[in-house]
């Protein structure tokens, strides 16, 4: 069995029959780490005593007859944004270079009770800000598929990590794009469930409402089957949906006479010629899979960019107000009152995405300000939320490009942010509208880079969302993997 | 959202980045006021769209009143939730004086 390329339930199979130890596995994805992460540096943090402690304690529960969990030897990459107890949680930023959360996220925490083992801590650009993880203050990530272009982001560390076999699953975070996006460019499976299925407890805070963790696998049933893991309602965060938690994987199946939404605003100018031929192509494998193609109209979908960065400054001015060198993380020394204490931490502490957005975020929210644009962008969201309810009245998913363009070269958008922002032109509207959405990669550009074609679903549609991915890749085969690397 | 002049002069960056309590550089302040009045003149595009009657909207998926029950929990101990303190004295972060 070659445990580089098998899948997680693959993996988790053969650990709970005993063909392979999770000792065994890990050693292998470590060793994989050690000889490709210097050249893709999707990590900020590896620990082998970490990981190899988790599963020879997965391995001593095997030996002792104890059930297994669903994840069981399956090694896990987890994005720096979630709080892992005892371990360096650094967010890409200088200002948390030394924290160690005190507690587990609760995601974290499921992971771990379904006896996963963590491989690492992945890179992303300062607190989840950035659309290709150039933001980060440790380094950027390079795309596995060609090392000089970047992979996406923020989650930029975990897609890679996946890309290039360095672990078979990952964790994510997602706010306008931020899973999905990374997962495109770098020809992965990445999902970012509804708002309110997985807890928000332990995930640094950025944007509050649109916020949602998930997962970066190679197949969508993997995916599938970490979203289980890891959703439910948690009374550590309010806003986590009552509803039960589903077997996602258990319902994957057959997709005849699902109606498939086709937005004709998804395929306008800016579109690359070679993405919309892959995303054409992928909505006539789902046709041919018995799905019924419809145009739909999604009306506000040009105004979404600019109402995501007002809501999302807002809301990252407010929750990063918190970083003051008193509590916790960087301090800047030699100041002589508090003011100069919080004003020269935050200045030396954050990058200048994260500052441009603190500072947007307040300037909307000022006094004089407030109406104009704080509450003109909730009204817009309103707008574009009830664009995909009138949509969804017709069909059951809404799919298209994930992403305007393949993978971009590094630094090809870093000197002009508003560029960056276009990046997420077409995964921005799911979070505003709190709803499910997928990328699944749909074949490679003639310069070898990989496409990402998104499905969308309604509030609680993961099973219809995962069924229609799962059925597109069986049916599509995409089994490309970078090369190079070694 | 006032069409025509850089809405983000200098003297509005000055005035926020005193509200975000971050210490701007002198090349900072420029950066910024070209960067962010570029993204709001992009933004001001949301003006073409009439909004009389559309109720905002802070949160997708509506949750209101959630309410549980007064439970006393464990918590973290003094000390682990000290642990990060950049300075600390006893139970207790230290600051400079915030009072002469």
């Given at each position: 069995?070659?445990?580089?390329?098998?899948?997680?339930?693959?993996?988790?199979?053969?650990?709970?029959?005993?063909?392979?130890?999770?000792?065994?596995?890990?050693?292998?994805?470590?060793?994989?780490?050690?000889q490709v992460?210097?050249?893709?540096?999707?990590?900020?943090?590896?620990d082998?005593?970490w990981?190899?402690?988790?599963?020879?304690?997965?391995?001593?529960?095997?030996a002792?007859?104890?059930?297994?969990?669903?994840?069981?030897?399956?090694?896990?990459?987890?994005?720096?944004?979630?709080?892992?107890k005892g371990?360096?949680?650094?967010?890409?930023?200088?200002?948390?270079e030394?924290?160690?959360?005190?507690?587990?996220a609760?995601?974290?925490?499921?992971?771990?009770?379904?006896?996963?083992?963590?491989?690492?801590?992945?890179?992303?650009?300062?607190?989840?800000?950035?659309?290709?993880?150039?933001?980060?203050?440790?380094?950027?990530?390079a795309?596995?598929?060609?090392l000089?272009?970047?992979?996406?982001?923020?989650?930029?560390?975990?897609a890679?990590?996946?890309?290039?076999?360095?672990?078979?699953?990952?964790?994510?975070?997602d706010t306008?794009?931020?899973?999905?996006?990374?997962?495109?460019?770098?020809?992965?499976?990445?999902?970012?469930?509804?708002?309110?299925?997985?807890?928000?407890?332990?995930?640094?805070?950025?944007?509050?409402?649109?916020?949602?963790?998930?997962?970066?696998s190679?197949?969508?049933r993997?995916?599938?089957?970490?979203?289980?893991?890891?959703?439910?309602?948690d009374?550590?965060?309010?806003?986590?949906?009552?509803?039960?938690?589903?077997?996602?994987?258990?319902?994957?199946?057959?997709?005849?006479g699902?109606?498939?939404?086709?937005?004709?605003?998804?395929?306008?100018?800016?579109?690359?010629?070679?993405?919309?031929?892959?995303?054409?192509?992928a909505?006539?494998?789902l046709e041919?899979?018995?799905?019924?193609l419809?145009?739909?109209?999604?009306?506000?979908?040009?105004?979404?960019?600019?109402?995501?960065?007002?809501v999302?400054?807002?809301?990252?001015?407010?929750?990063?107000?918190?970083?003051?060198?008193?509590?916790?993380g960087?301090?800047?020394?030699?100041?002589?009152d508090?003011i100069?204490?919080?004003?020269q931490?935050?200045?030396?502490?954050?990058?200048d995405?994260v500052?441009?957005?603190?500072?947007?975020?307040?300037?909307?929210?000022s006094s004089?300000?407030?109406?104009?644009?704080y509450?003109?962008?909730?009204k817009?969201?309103?707008?574009?939320?009830?664009?995909?309810?009138?949509?969804?009245?017709?069909?059951?998913?809404?799919?298209?490009?994930?992403?305007?363009?393949?993978?971009?070269?590094?630094?090809?958008?870093?000197?002009?942010?508003?560029?960056?922002?276009?990046?997420?032109?077409?995964?921005?509207?799911?979070?505003?509208?709190?709803?499910?959405?997928?990328?699944?990669?749909?074949?490679?550009?003639?310069?070898?880079?990989p496409?990402?074609?998104?499905?969308?679903?309604?509030?609680?549609?993961?099973?219809?969302?995962?069924?229609?991915?799962?059925?597109?890749e069986?049916?599509?085969?995409?089994?490309?993997?970078?090369r190079?690397?070694? | 959202?006032?069409?025509?002049r850089?809405?983000?002069?200098r003297?509005?960056?000055?005035?926020?980045?005193?509200?975000?309590?971050?210490?701007?550089?002198?090349?900072?302040?420029?950066?910024?006021?070209?960067?962010?009045?570029k993204?709001?003149?992009?933004?001001?595009?949301?003006?073409?769209?009439?909004?009389t009657?559309?109720?905002?909207?802070?949160?997708?998926?509506?949750?209101?009143?959630?309410?549980?029950?007064?439970?006393?929990?464990?918590s973290?101990?003094?000390w682990?939730a000290?642990?990060?303190?950049?300075?600390?004295?006893?139970?207790?972060y230290?600051?400079?004086?915030?009072?002469?």
């Amino acid at each position: 069995m070659d445990l580089l390329s098998a899948t997680a339930v693959e993996i988790r199979e053969a650990v709970s029959s005993g063909k392979v130890s999770a000792r065994e596995v890990a050693k292998a994805y470590l060793d994989r780490i050690a000889q490709v992460d210097p050249k893709v540096h999707a990590f900020l943090y590896v620990d082998p005593d970490w990981s190899l402690s988790a599963a020879e304690a997965v391995d001593k529960k095997r030996a002792a007859g104890k059930a297994l969990g669903a994840l069981a030897g399956v090694p896990v990459a987890i994005k720096d944004v979630l709080c892992t107890k005892g371990i360096p949680t650094t967010c890409g930023s200088r200002i948390l270079e030394n924290f160690k959360p005190p507690y587990a996220a609760t995601c974290v925490r499921k992971l771990l009770a379904a006896d996963a083992v963590p491989i690492g801590k992945t890179n992303m650009d300062e607190f989840a800000m950035g659309s290709s993880t150039e933001n980060s203050a440790y380094g950027p990530t390079a795309n596995p598929w060609d090392l000089s272009r970047a992979p996406g982001g923020s989650s930029g560390g975990s897609a890679a990590a996946v890309a290039a076999g360095m672990a078979p699953l990952a964790l994510g975070s997602d706010t306008g794009g931020s899973i999905r996006q990374p997962a495109a460019l770098c020809g992965v499976v990445g999902m970012k469930p509804t708002y309110g299925r997985v807890s928000r407890y332990g995930l640094v805070a950025f944007a509050s409402s649109l916020d949602q963790v998930g997962p970066f696998s190679r197949r969508v049933r993997d995916a599938a089957r970490l979203l289980s893991v890891i959703s439910g309602h948690d009374e550590c965060d309010s806003t986590s949906i009552q509803s039960p938690v589903e077997d996602y994987e258990a319902a994957l199946g057959s997709i005849k006479g699902l109606r498939v939404g086709v937005p004709k605003e998804y395929f306008v100018e800016g579109l690359d010629k070679e993405v919309e031929a892959l995303t054409r192509k992928a909505l006539g494998t789902l046709e041919r899979q018995g799905a019924i193609l419809e145009e739909v109209t999604l009306p506000h979908t040009p105004y979404a960019v600019a109402t995501y960065y007002i809501v999302c400054t807002a809301e990252a001015s407010s929750n990063l107000a918190r970083y003051d060198g008193a509590h916790y993380g960087f301090r800047q020394k030699g100041t002589k009152d508090i003011i100069e204490l919080y004003s020269q931490t935050r200045e030396a502490g954050f990058g200048d995405e994260v500052k441009r957005r603190i500072m947007l975020g307040t300037f909307v929210l000022s006094s004089g300000y407030y109406d104009a644009y704080y509450l003109k962008g909730l009204k817009v969201r309103r707008l574009i939320k009830q664009d995909f309810d009138r949509a969804f009245e017709k069909v059951d998913v809404i799919a298209g490009p994930t992403t305007p363009t393949a993978a971009f070269k590094m630094g090809e958008k870093s000197e002009d942010p508003l560029a960056m922002y276009l990046c997420d032109i077409f995964t921005i509207s799911a979070p505003l509208a709190g709803l499910p959405a997928i990328s699944v990669p749909c074949g490679l550009t003639s310069e070898g880079l990989p496409a990402g074609f998104q499905i969308m679903g309604k509030v609680l549609g993961e099973k219809t969302v995962l069924s229609a991915a799962a059925a597109y890749e069986a049916a599509a085969g995409f089994d490309k993997r970078p090369r190079n690397l070694s | 959202m006032s069409e025509g002049r850089s809405k983000m002069d200098r003297a509005t960056v000055e005035y926020v980045a005193r509200l975000s309590r971050v210490a701007l550089s002198e090349a900072e302040l420029q950066l910024f006021s070209n960067q962010l009045s570029k993204i709001l003149d992009y933004i001001a595009q949301l003006n073409a769209l009439d909004t009389t009657n559309v109720e905002p909207l802070a949160q997708a998926v509506e949750n209101v009143n959630v309410l549980r029950e007064d439970i006393v929990k464990e918590s973290l101990a003094p000390w682990e939730a000290l642990a990060n303190a950049p300075e600390k004295v006893g139970d207790f972060y230290k600051v400079p004086a915030v009072l002469e």
